[in-house]
């Protein structure tokens, strides 16, 4: 899995800044959906790892630089806004669907050189996305979107979500809300191969 053709993947770190960066630049684009959809709400990154190496906890996240990697995760947490929500008072599942598009792309930063040209410098464009909705989500609850990587090529991934609602921002995780997974294409790469 994450062959790039012996091109080394950015560090973990590297890979969170461009994350945090690209996330911050879409939600703060005046007039973007993703600006619409996460209008007011707190969110923020609080965990990310590739193959065991864990961002801000360990010493190889400023450094590993591997030409391959097998797994990855990362986890966002936020908290649902009135504007998400459906008449019932809890998150519309289309604001779910929006958030589990959004935020599991990010993820792919994980697997990508990081520079022009190569693998996965986008969050590409998602090929299917499929959620299944398991319990309410209701309005000011923190939630936790936690994301990790299936397979990824040089040009499809596949990434597994699950949302759960959380006690409180930094509590602990109360049930399962949603479920999805999500294949992305990266049309930079197909691009380049056309």
Known sequence: MGDQDGERLQTVDEAVEQAVS?????????????????????????????????????????????T????????????????????????HGGSIASVIDLLSSFLLSLFSPGEQGTSWVSTGVSQSLTVHY???????????????????????????TDVYALTARDGARVRKTATSTHTKVDVQTVKTKL
């Open 22 to 66: 690209v996330l911050e630049m879409l939600t703060n684009d005046p007039g973007r959906w993703n600006t619409l959809t996460m209008a007011g709400t707190q969110y923020f990154l609080s965990y990310a790892e590739r193959d065991g190496v864990v961002w801000g906890q360990d010493p190889r996240a400023r450094t590993d630089r591997p």
């Open 68 to 91: 391959r990697a097998k797994q990855g995760t990362m986890r966002f947490r936020l908290q649902v806004q009135p504007h998400m929500a459906n008449p019932f008072g809890t998150m």
């Open 134 to 160: 398991l319990a309410p989500t209701h309005i000011g609850m923190w939630i936790e979107v936690d994301t990790h990587i299936l397979n990824v090529s040089r040009s499809v991934a596949l990434v597994q």
